[in-house]
């Protein structure tokens, strides 16, 4: 039986913090899933035989039980994901599975891109936006969708993460070459407007 959990509930105002809390559960769960070992679940499925790192070829692998924790830790580990929306071009909601039977619902920011706001300031922005939505939705039905390389993001309740499809490699370069978003490296925003 799986479990949801969701960070909404940590966002009412009169929380102070919560979406912080909210963070760092998300972490907690992924570090548990990649450090449980097999002598504590008393079963012979380990984290480093569920969790999936990437090829240098970019094709999936299961990684050896045998694997030191340290290795385990490195950026290249991948969870399989379920898209339960698309917010705007960069950002989407998912139930990412941090271990078997455990899955976590969070919005995930995609690393690297900035696609112009729905809540737009002028009608050529609105347009950018909507298109951009559609183009993320559109890689994202490919299916097989997974998250890596995950961190906090900057603002809280969500978390800054690399995607990749059953046919796009790296979700956030496949917006950028489509034109729908820029490259962002967390500092300031440039205007979408004209």
């Known amino acids: 039986m799986a479990r949801h959990l969701s960070f909404a509930a940590f966002a009412h105002p009169r929380r102070g913090g919560a979406v912080m809390i909210g963070g760092v559960l998300f972490a907690c769960g992924l570090l548990a899933g990649a450090t449980l070992s097999q002598s504590l679940?008393?079963?012979?499925?380990?984290?480093a035989e569920i969790a999936l790192t990437a090829t240098p070829a970019g094709e999936p692998r299961v990684s050896s039980g045998a694997t030191p924790i340290a290795q385990r830790l490195d950026r290249r580990i991948v969870y399989p994901a379920d898209v339960l929306r698309v917010i705007d071009g960069d950002t989407?909601?998912?139930?990412?599975?941090?271990?078997?039977?455990?899955?976590?619902d969070t919005k995930v920011r995609l690393r690297g891109i900035d696609a112009a706001e729905l809540h737009a300031r002028c009608a050529d922005e609105l347009a950018k936006a909507q298109a951009a939505r559609a183009a993320l939705e559109t890689?994202?039905?490919?299916?097989?969708?997974t998250v890596s390389q995950v961190g906090v993001d900057k603002y809280g309740g969500r978390v800054d993460a690399v995607a990749a499809t059953r046919n796009t490699a790296d979700v956030s370069a496949a917006m950028l070459l489509g034109g729908w978003a820029r490259a962002y490296d967390g500092g300031r925003r440039g205007s979408w407007c004209g």
């Not at 989407?92 to 976590?104: K, Q, Y």
């Open 41 to 47: 679940l008393g079963h012979a499925t380990t984290p």
């Open 139 to 145: 890689i994202l039905a490919e299916g097989d969708v």
């Open 92 to 104: 989407f909601e998912a139930r990412v599975r941090v271990w078997p039977g455990l899955d976590v």
